[in-house]
């Protein structure tokens, strides 16, 4: 009997292992799909100087002014450095145009134009989902920059996704799909999802 019970807790051991290293194999894969997108992208995030609604609406100016007179110049880059480099080279720009926008609706906000690393939530279009992680943004500052912030992917250019149905447009597809590697591109089709699922590999 102490044989039998013996094999049975070793036996189960095993199973417990096996559970453990099958779990910890799949979290890093999808660990490192996440790491391998952030690394090849680069978001906008734009910080409204309060929560205030006159302050938010201002921040939806200022991104659309900046999107338009921006987003083509960044989408000609050839990868993420080069888009890094001429972002750096429009920082007085994007922080004239800015300001232009904020002047223009009776405003005297400072603007604070640079690029950081930013902690991004889930972003869900209607054919793709970008996961939450860590991501290089260009940062747009306005004012205290204490409000909600508003996002997306300025390379290879998703701000100009259809507001209405929130469609990737197939050019800006095309673009991902040559940045990404095979596994990273699918995975941006995979609906999001917390489920974890244990799989034992003895049985």
Same mark, same amino acid.
């Given at each position: 009997?102490? *044989?039998?019970?013996?094999?049975?807790?070793?036996?189960?051991?095993?199973?417990?292992?096996?559970?453990?290293?099958?779990?910890?194999?799949? *979290?890093?894969?999808?660990?490192?799909?996440?790491?391998?997108?952030?690394?090849?992208?680069?978001?906008?995030?734009?910080?409204?100087?309060?929560?205030?609604?006159?302050?938010?609406? /201002?921040?939806?100016?200022?991104?659309?002014?900046?999107?338009?007179?921006?987003?083509?110049?960044?989408?000609?880059?050839?990868?993420?450095?080069?888009?890094?480099?001429?972002?750096?080279?429009?920082?007085?720009?994007?922080?004239?145009?800015?300001?232009?926008?904020?002047?223009?609706?009776?405003?005297?906000?400072?603007?604070?134009?640079? /690029?950081?690393?930013?902690?991004?939530?889930?972003?869900?279009?209607?054919?793709?989902?970008?996961?939450?992680?860590?991501?290089?943004?260009?940062?747009?500052?306005?004012?205290?920059?204490?409000?909600?912030?508003?996002?997306?992917?300025?390379?290879?250019?998703?701000?100009?996704?259809?507001? *209405?149905?929130?469609?990737?447009?197939?050019?800006?597809?095309?673009?991902?799909?040559?940045?990404?590697?095979?596994?990273?591109?699918?995975?941006?089709?995979?609906?999001?999802?917390?489920?974890?699922?244990?799989?034992?590999?003895?049985?």
């Amino acid at each position: 009997k102490h *044989t039998i019970k013996r094999y049975a807790v070793l036996i189960l051991l095993c199973y417990l292992v096996f559970v453990v290293i099958d779990f910890s194999i799949h *979290t890093t894969s999808a660990q490192e799909i996440t790491e391998g997108i952030s690394e090849k992208i680069i978001r906008l995030h734009v910080l409204a100087n309060s929560d205030d609604e006159a302050d938010q609406v /201002l921040k939806l100016k200022v991104k659309d002014e900046v999107v338009k007179r921006f987003g083509n110049v960044f989408a000609s880059a050839k990868d993420k450095v080069d888009a890094e480099e001429l972002i750096k080279e429009n920082f007085d720009n994007i922080r004239e145009v800015a300001l232009e926008v904020i002047e223009e609706e009776g405003y005297d906000y400072d603007v604070h134009v640079y /690029l950081a690393d930013s902690m991004f939530p889930t972003k869900v279009y209607k054919d793709l989902t970008f996961p939450a992680g860590m991501y290089e943004a260009l940062r747009i500052d306005i004012g205290a920059a204490e409000g909600k912030n508003w996002w997306c992917v300025m390379y290879p250019p998703l701000c100009f996704v259809d507001q *209405t149905y929130s469609v990737v447009p197939d050019d800006s597809k095309i673009q991902l799909e040559k940045l990404l590697t095979t596994k990273e591109y699918e995975s941006l089709y995979t609906e999001p999802s917390t489920k974890i699922t244990f799989r034992f590999k003895l049985v």
